[in-house]
């Protein structure tokens, strides 16, 4: 696997016969690298795994291609073309709320406005000392007024550069908004340029966040939060202006409240100098004049006039595509990549083909759950997280991705990552070249042994179809998300990966509809269904995830900041949104460990007639005590039943998992109440649970809920009971045959007791 | 504060880890195992992955993006148990300025 001479992506990750597809790859200087289209059908390299097998597809991508290296250049930023209206005299004011976040990290430009061949214009700007300071630049020489007093991090002030075109006066000033008992004043500096020659007049755009270096590349980003600058063509002295701005004509105003949702900054001061954003920067995050009285930024969205900027944000790489290829109109459905390569180099780029448009190739749909690849791309887990090794009870294990990664932080964040200013990360995107998203990549959390996770473990499901040659077509969550219900209709099985932790609205609308039509539904892993996301209805290949309230998470969201700006949405965990995973798959994420996974133990109601066809030839009475992914089939994380939750009153909980040890331990959302005993060797809640119910339109759900459950499955190439006891799930769940409910049993059985 | 300090007293959960890194740990190297294996993540000990599944050398995370993580070369492992022991010795001389015993 590459170390990084070779990267790529593509510009989706599912695509339909006969599409056309682009690959924007780079490749360190050298020979000229190849492509090839394969199938990925067992990705897992482990020495006990079925064997890697990804196979090369007879297609002709072109090439081979010259090398031709790339860079991603992070950080957001805000750009407003130059216009006449921006063509307004020397005599200006530039004002704006900020809340830095690393003020003495370097120099850190607010708004700029500079030629980007000579760079004269001016940048208002926390200096690298962290103090607010105003800079002009007039034929090459530099004047700068620097107020030399240190910003507070997390502060709110009101700053201000000012120009006075007969004086030549330049003006820097800051004063505090925070009310509170710490003592902070205002700073105030200046300084005089070359009277009579252009400072605010100068052919360029207007930036923020970012000095305009010169026409791709940005520098001198700012972290932290910006609230509706404006400009006037007027110089203060002291008091820094506010709006209206009595005798000033306002240049522009631009309010970050509007349009929350877009890329888009609004001018409200009748210009029209509207601007765009750039790698998308956080919005519907509080300004300064969020009270606590508003949480939810569609309510009242003057409380969310500012924009969180990061020097690390990435939405897209932007490279141009390397080649473009076209899939054969004959090409069946399944998990495909390119993989480009040199030498012993190569990179993988998963993709999703689907039956033709409106075909059904199978009986089976396995729901390739992207939108969870998407939360954990390029994770920093085992870089960044010290933590990983305690939940993990091993040593963190790095692989030559992870050294690529740690030296080359541009490759963007995720769900479980921080920006570099200590700010949670609320966007994960797929336009970027994705270490973990590849077969073969060992993880950090997939247990002791094979240690897969996402997609890597997800192709012990695709080998596991592979090996005993059922016939399946290939959905993504995203497909999912922009199509609904239709792309999955008339499929009689609906197969989850191991762990489709992510989930839109549309996409569980769909879903339910799935079910309400009669739908069969495997779920084969665990903390499935779990948060809700958000898609960009504009932008592709992005999702929003604010963990509001509670639930297992790498960061809180800021007070006030559960809405996504993406829709509105009350995004965090399904079950603070009133739908349970246990609604849809009748078990709910319980407990979660990554060490040793345990076995299940069959109850009373595996007995029961309902089942037999689940466990059909199989005798044992411990299910699943082997397996690639901790040495069990009940591991990592663990869903349970709960009819509190939504677990349906007549589904079956078949086996249960015991055994777990105390790096084990219950979700956050159950424990409401610190107490003892929450790890796994005393806590009740610590377990999975093996469930089978029917829906009343004929149709039934098998959940395992365990991680793990698929290594036991791929565990000694497929030959085991968990492996049959799954076919034999499939196989009746292929039949014709309605499944009919029982009669409504009394309110009893599944109830999961409070660990506290 | 109340982190807990490694003392001789605790040799005998020495022993188990040496025995068995896999566990399942008792309550007591449980406890010993949580105090090593919160360090921060400056200096903190990881593998780095020579050979996937086969073979791995001993490392030390930097705490910053973009620094490369630290390589210590004089620790090869094909064996990744004897990772465990040799890192759970390091830790313990670390943590109590004795040596564990071989």
């Given at each position: 696997m590459s170390a990084g001479d070779l990267l790529g992506y593509l510009d989706r990750w599912s695509a339909f016969p006969g599409d056309t597809l682009a690959c924007h790859a780079s490749c360190a200087p050298g020979a000229p690298y190849?492509?090839?289209?394969?199938?990925?059908?067992?990705?897992?390299?482990?020495?006990?795994?079925?064997?890697?097998?990804?196979?090369?597809?007879?297609?002709?991508?072109?090439?081979?291609?010259?090398?031709?290296?790339?860079?991603?250049?992070?950080?957001?930023?805000?750009?407003?073309?130059?216009?006449?209206?921006?063509?307004?005299?020397?005599?200006?004011?530039?004002?704006?709320?900020?809340?830095?976040?690393?003020?003495?990290?370097?120099?850190?430009?607010?708004?700029?406005?500079?030629?980007?061949?000579?760079?004269?214009?001016?940048?208002?700007?926390?200096?690298?000392?962290?103090?607010?300071?105003?800079?002009?630049?007039?034929?090459?020489?530099?004047?700068?007024?620097?107020?030399?007093?240190?910003?507070?991090?997390?502060?709110?002030?009101?700053?201000?550069?000012?120009?006075?075109?007969?004086?030549?006066?330049?003006?820097?000033?800051?004063?505090?908004?925070?009310?509170?008992?710490?003592?902070?004043?205002?700073?105030?500096?200046?300084?005089?340029?070359?009277?009579?020659?252009?400072?605010?007049?100068?052919?360029?755009?207007?930036?923020?966040?970012?000095?305009?270096?010169?026409?791709?590349?940005?520098?001198?980003?700012?972290?932290?939060?910006?609230?509706?600058?404006?400009?006037?063509?007027?110089?203060?002295d002291d008091a820094i202006p506010v709006l209206p701005a009595h005798g000033a004509r306002v240049i522009a105003a631009w309010d970050f409240s509007i349009d929350i949702p877009s890329q888009r900054i609004v001018d409200t001061s009748g210009n029209a100098l509207h601007g765009r954003l750039v790698n998308l920067p956080t919005r519907g995050v509080t300004g300064p004049d969020w009270d606590g009285t508003c949480h939810a930024w569609p309510h009242d969205a003057s409380h969310y006039g500012a924009i969180h900027f990061h020097g690390d944000d990435l939405y897209d790489a932007g490279w141009p595509a390397s080649f473009r290829f076209t899939l054969p109109d004959d090409l069946p459905s399944g998990v495909y990549a390119v993989r480009i390569e040199r030498d012993d180099d190569q990179f993988t780029m998963p993709f999703c083909v689907r039956a033709p448009r409106g075909e059904r190739t199978a009986d089976v749909v396995f729901l390739l759950p992207t939108a969870s690849y998407m939360a954990y791309a390029n994770n920093r887990i085992g870089l960044d997280v010290p933590e990983t090794e305690l939940v993990c009870g091993r040593l963190t294990e790095l692989t030559a991705e992870d050294l690529f990664m740690q030296a080359h932080p541009e490759l963007g964040l995720c769900f479980y990552d921080l920006h570099a200013d200590g700010s949670g990360v609320y966007y994960s995107s797929r336009r970027r070249p994705v270490m973990d998203f590849q077969p073969g990549f060992v993880g950090k959390l997939?247990?002791?042994?094979?240690?897969?996770?996402?997609?890597?473990?997800d192709t012990h499901l695709t080998g596991w179809f592979d090996h005993l040659a059922v016939p399946y077509d290939v959905v993504t969550d995203e497909d999912l998300h922009r199509e609904g219900a239709g792309c999955i209709e008339g499929y009689r099985v609906l197969v989850t990966g191991t762990h489709?932790?992510?989930?839109?609205?549309?996409?569980?609308?769909?879903?339910?509809?799935?079910?309400?039509?009669?739908?069969?539904?495997?779920?084969?892993?665990?903390?499935?269904?779990?948060?809700?996301?958000?898609?960009?209805?504009?932008?592709?290949?992005?999702?929003?995830?604010?963990?509001?309230?509670?639930?297992?998470?790498?960061?809180?969201?800021?007070?006030?900041?559960?809405?996504?700006?993406?829709?509105?949405?009350?995004?965090?965990?399904?079950?603070?949104?009133?739908?349970?995973?246990?609604?849809?798959?009748?078990?709910?994420?319980?407990?979660?460990?990554?060490?040793?996974?345990?076995?299940?133990?069959?109850?009373?109601?595996?007995?029961?007639?309902?089942?037999?066809?689940?466990?059909?030839?199989?005798?044992?009475?411990?299910?699943?005590?082997?397996?690639?992914?901790?040495?069990?089939?009940?591991?990592?994380?663990?869903?349970?039943?709960?009819?509190?939750?939504?677990?349906?009153?007549?589904?079956?909980?078949?086996?249960?998992?015991?055994?777990?040890?105390?790096?084990?331990?219950?979700?956050?959302?159950?424990?409401?109440?610190?107490?003892?005993?929450?790890?796994?060797?005393?806590?009740?809640?610590?377990?999975?649970?093996?469930?089978?119910?029917?829906?009343?339109?004929?149709?039934?759900?098998?959940?395992?809920?365990?991680?793990?459950?698929?290594?036991?499955?791929?565990?000694?190439?497929?030959?085991?009971?968990?492996?049959?006891?799954?076919?034999?799930?499939?196989?009746?769940?292929?039949?014709?045959?309605?499944?009919?409910?029982?009669?409504?049993?009394?309110?009893?059985?599944?109830?999961?007791?409070?660990?506290? | 504060m109340s982190r807990y300090r490694i003392s001789r007293a605790d040799l005998p959960f020495a022993r188990e880890f040496l025995e068995n890194p896999r566990g399942p740990a008792s309550h007591g190297l449980q406890r010993v195992l949580n105090r090593m294996r919160t360090d921060v993540a400056g200096g903190k000990y990881v593998l780095v992955v020579r050979e996937p599944h086969r073979r791995w050398v001993l490392a030390r995370l930097t705490g910053r993006r973009g620094a490369p993580v630290e390589l210590i070369p004089e620790h090869e492992f094909d064996d990744l148990l004897e990772a465990e022991r040799t890192v759970f010795r390091l830790r313990w001389k670390a943590l109590t300025g004795e040596a564990l015993a071989p």
């Open positions: 190849r492509a090839e289209l394969v199938r990925i059908i067992q990705g897992d390299t482990h020495p006990d795994a079925p064997g890697y097998r990804v196979e090369r597809i007879d297609v002709d991508l072109g090439g081979p291609f010259a090398a031709c290296q790339r860079r991603i250049e992070p950080g957001s930023l805000a750009l407003v073309d130059d216009a006449p209206a921006m063509r307004a005299g020397d005599t200006f004011s530039v004002v704006a709320s900020i809340w830095p976040t690393t003020p003495g990290s370097g120099r850190q430009v607010l708004l700029s406005r500079r030629e980007p061949a000579t760079g004269d214009g001016f940048s208002l700007l926390i200096d690298a000392n962290g103090a607010l300071a105003a800079e002009a630049t007039i034929d090459g020489e530099t004047v700068t007024a620097s107020t030399r007093h240190v910003l507070r991090a997390h502060r709110w002030y009101r700053v201000g550069l000012s120009h006075d075109a007969k004086t030549g006066r330049l003006c820097a000033a800051f004063d505090p908004l925070d009310r509170g008992p710490e003592v902070s004043e205002g700073g105030r500096a200046a300084a005089v340029t070359a009277i009579g020659r252009p400072v605010f007049d100068v052919a360029a755009p207007l930036t923020m966040a970012c000095r305009d270096h010169d026409e791709s590349e940005y520098r001198e980003h700012y972290d932290g939060r910006l609230h509706n600058p404006f400009i006037i063509d007027a110089a203060f997939g247990g002791i042994g094979s240690n897969v996770w996402q997609f890597n473990a489709p932790e992510y989930t839109s609205a549309a996409m569980r609308d769909a879903l339910d509809a799935y079910m309400e039509g009669g739908g069969r539904l495997m779920y084969l892993g665990g903390n499935g269904f779990y948060w809700r996301i958000a898609f960009h209805d504009d932008l592709p290949g992005v999702i929003e995830c604010r963990k509001s309230e509670d639930g297992i998470r790498a960061f809180a969201p800021g007070p006030g900041e559960y809405y996504a700006s993406f829709t509105g949405e009350y995004t965090g965990l399904w079950r603070r949104n009133g739908r349970p995973p246990n609604t849809l798959v009748g078990v709910g994420m319980a407990a979660q460990g990554f060490d040793a996974s345990a076995p299940y133990v069959r109850t009373d109601a595996s007995r029961d007639p309902r089942a037999a066809f689940i466990f059909d030839g199989i005798d044992a009475e411990v299910i699943g005590d082997f397996g690639l992914s901790g040495g069990g089939a009940a591991g990592i994380e663990l869903d349970a039943a709960d009819i509190s939750l939504g677990t349906p009153r007549h589904a079956l909980v078949l086996a249960t998992s015991t055994g777990h040890g105390d790096v084990y331990l219950v979700t956050p959302e159950d424990m409401l109440d610190p107490v003892p005993g929450l790890g796994g060797s005393e806590a009740e809640g610590v377990r999975a649970d093996v469930v089978f119910f029917e829906t009343p339109a004929g149709g039934a759900v098998f959940s395992v809920g365990s991680i793990a459950w698929a290594g036991s499955m791929a565990f000694n190439n497929y030959d085991n009971e968990v492996s049959r006891l799954t076919a034999n799930v499939l196989r009746r769940f292929l039949d014709d045959v309605p499944f009919t409910p029982p009669p409504p049993p009394p309110d009893t059985s599944v109830r999961r007791e409070s660990p506290g | -």
